[in-house]
C-alpha cells in the first residue's frame, strides 16, 4: 500500500541534522578532549558538562556551515544525509553507521574513551 509521506518544514530538518551533527560528531570529540584534560592534571573540581555541551554545539555550527559551503573540502565533517528532509531521523541515523568510515571513527572513538576513561578513573 503506498503511503505519501509529509513532507518535514525546513527548520525541523535542520534541528534534525544540527542535533545529529552535535551528538554523533561533537561530543565524542570534546567528550575525549575533557578526559585528557582531566588527565593532565585539572584539579579544579568543576564540572566540564557545560564546556563539552558549548564546544559541541559550537563545533556543529561551524561544520554545518562551512561543510555546507565547502562540501569536497570538508566532507568527513559535514554529512549532507543529515539534512536530506525526505529521510526520516532514523533512517538518517542508519544511512550515516552503514557508511564504512562512520563504522571505523565509531570504534576509534569508543576505544579512546574507553581507554581514556580507564586511566582517568
Do not use: H
Amino acid at each position: 500500500m503506498p503511503f505519501i509521506a509529509a513532507s518535514k518544514s525546513g527548520l525541523l530538518n535542520w534541528l534534525e541534522g544540527f542535533a545529529l551533527t552535535t551528538i554523533l560528531q561533537g561530543f565524542p570529540i570534546f567528550a575525549a578532549a575533557s578526559l585528557m584534560v582531566k588527565l593532565l592534571g585539572d584539579d579544579r573540581g568543576s564540572s566540564p558538562v557545560l564546556t563539552i555541551a558549548l564546544a559541541s554545539v559550537f563545533y556543529s555550527i561551524f561544520a554545518i556551515s562551512v561543510g555546507s559551503a565547502f562540501p569536497r573540502l570538508f566532507k568527513n565533517g559535514y554529512e549532507t544525509q543529515f539534512f536530506d528532509a525526505s529521510l526520516s531521523f532514523s533512517e538518517k541515523i542508519a544511512r550515516w553507521r552503514a557508511k564504512p568510515t562512520t563504522s571505523l571513527q565509531l570504534m576509534a572513538s569508543v576505544l579512546l574513551l574507553s581507554l581514556l576513561a580507564t586511566i582517568a578513573g
